[in-house]
């Protein structure tokens, strides 16, 4: 069975300091995409990044990074210098190559203090 | 890059009424849309997957004369909920892709209220 946990259901920090957000999948299937949804209080989705499970090669896009380790079947997200707009639910995310079906994991709500 | 827009962005509606939403790829055309459900403070549920031209995909516990799917294009969804009940009030919110090389986008949801 397909499975993503969260298991950090709310954190807060305060604005500059650096955050991670887990996220550990379970499949059995050996191809397979991950990835990292935003959801503002507005409610809707942002696309943030997408792993195919080939590359685990970390990724670094301005503030975030992303750290995929199949060994432990984690792809962990870190925001660095956080900021109060980056305030959101975070969603983990695992689609199959076989099929079109995203599974979710339960979300992380994110909350940047000033 | 993929636009996908929803409409409407929210609808009160009184119990026992029926309530159409739509979803269109703006930019793209989507053979396949997913249909997801989010209560409060819950992870998205995927509902259905949408096929242009054919039936629906209804994911176990869905009920899908209740939630009614059409996909008569390439560019929209629409989904119904009939009979609205109190316990259909949530977020719903499709989603689609150009391709199976593109990561899926996400309308801005719908939030239903059922009194």
């Known amino acids: 069975a397909q499975k993503v946990t969260q298991a950090q259901t709310e954190i807060s920090v305060v604005e500059k300091e650096d955050v991670t957000l887990d996220c550990v999948y379970e499949?059995?299937?050996?191809?397979?995409?991950l990835f990292w949804y935003k959801q503002p209080p507005s409610g809707e989705l942002v696309f943030l990044i997408r792993?195919?499970?080939?590359?685990?090669q970390n990724e670094i896009s301005g503030r975030y990074s992303w750290n995929f380790q199949k060994s432990t079947s984690s792809f962990n997200f870190t925001i660095t210098a956080s900021q109060v707009v980056d305030s959101a639910v975070y969603f983990c995310?695992?689609?199959?190559?076989?099929?079109?079906?995203?599974?979710f994991g339960k979300g992380t709500r994110l909350h940047i203090l000033p | 890059g993929a636009v996908v827009s929803q409409h409407p962005s929210w609808v009160i509606c009184k119990s026992g009424t029926s309530v159409k939403i739509e979803c269109r790829s703006l930019?793209?055309?989507?053979?396949?849309m997913f249909w997801y459900r989010q209560f409060p403070k819950q992870s998205l549920m995927l509902m259905a997957t949408?096929?242009?031209?054919?039936?629906?995909?209804?994911e176990q516990g869905v009920e899908k004369d209740k939630f009614l799917i059409n996909h008569a294009s390439l560019t929209l969804s629409t989904l119904t909920v009939t009979s609205a009940h109190p316990e259909d009030s949530s977020f719903y919110i499709c989603?689609?892709?150009?391709?199976?090389?593109?990561?899926?986008?996400f309308g801005n949801g719908t939030r239903l209220t059922v009194t």
């Open positions: 989603s689609a892709r150009p391709d199976q090389f593109s990561p899926l986008h």
């Open positions: 499949t059995r299937d050996t191809t397979y995409y």
């Open positions: 792993r195919n499970s080939f590359d685990e």
């Open positions: 995310a695992l689609r199959m190559n076989r099929d079109d079906k995203i599974i």
């Open positions: 930019d793209f055309q989507a053979t396949t």
């Open positions: 949408s096929n242009e031209g054919s039936k629906a995909t209804y």
